[in-house]
Antibody, heavy 121, light 111 residues
Framework: EVQLLESGGGLVQPGGSLRLSCAASGFTFSSYAMSWVRQAPGKGLEWVSAISGSGGSTYYADSVKGRFTISRDNSKNTLYLQMNSLRAEDTAVYYCAKAPVVKGYWYFDLWGRGTLVTVSS | QSVLTQPPSASGTPGQRVTISCSGSSSNIGSNTVNWYQQLPGTAPKLLIYSNNQRPSGVPDRFSGSKSGTSASLAISGLQSEDEADYYC????????????FGGGTKLTVL
């Protein structure tokens, strides 16, 4: 079955760190870029970060640049998001998404169920 | 404030045709393709339309997308109760170094 399964969310204090994981199955993981998209409670979608299929290129939203690091282990079919210096405004459900490229542009054709990150003291 | 502008709400009765607009600028919709996502209550988003007007396998042909200049639209014909959801447009933005930008979302209510 083609699916993405996120894990690693939870409650963390401001300034703390958390690492999210996304386990992929049912497709050739290394052939696709992958991305993280988040959704604050009651709010819309916000793109966070993306990584190429090889892992050689990474991209970040300005809101997380310098604090979050995206990576992947193609031998384990797993995507990661290391989140440091967390702020209250990082509170959200974090989705991982498969990102095929068409004409040089990503879109997200498979989404996980999400994992909730709550940043609060 | 979202980079792409969508109406916060839309509504229609069963069987009706509704459209949802998405307005951007020359750096996003004006020069890149538009994708649409559907988010049913309490669930993850799902790809509805990609590359302006392409439907993934399994998406009914009641859903269609179009783009003109710096604006895009999602049309839903033969509205059904199960179409009640939040709809988001998205596009790559050239001014943001590879960032994808989303619209604020439109909540569609089936009356």
């Amino acid at each position: 079955e083609v699916q993405l399964l996120e894990s690693g969310g939870g409650l963390v204090q401001p300034g703390g760190s958390l690492r999210l994981s996304c386990a992929a199955s049912g497709f050739t993981f290394s052939s696709y870029a992958m991305s993280w998209v988040r959704q604050a409670p009651g709010k819309g979608l916000e793109w966070v970060s993306a990584i190429s299929g090889s892992g050689g290129s990474t991209y970040y939203a300005d809101s997380v640049k310098g604090r979050f690091t995206i990576s992947r282990d193609n031998s384990k079919n797993t995507l990661y998001l290391q989140m440091n210096s967390l702020r209250a405004e990082d509170t959200a459900v974090y989705y991982c998404a498969k990102a095929p490229v068409v004409k040089g542009y990503w879109y997200f054709d498979l989404w996980g169920r999400g994992t909730l990150v709550t940043v609060s003291s | 404030q979202s980079v792409l502008t969508q109406p916060p709400s839309a509504s229609g009765t069963p069987g009706q045709r509704v459209t949802i607009s998405c307005s951007g600028s020359s750096s996003n919709i004006g020069s890149n393709t538009v994708n649409w996502y559907q988010q049913l209550p309490g669930t993850a988003p799902k790809l509805l339309i990609y590359s302006n007007n392409q439907r993934p396998s399994g998406v009914p042909d009641r859903f269609s997308g179009s783009k003109s200049g710096t604006s895009a639209s999602l049309a839903i014909s033969g509205l059904q109760s199960e179409d009640e959801a939040d709809y988001y447009c998205a596009a790559w933005d050239d001014s943001l170094n590879g960032n994808v930008v989303f619209g604020g979302g439109t909540k569609l209510t089936v009356l």
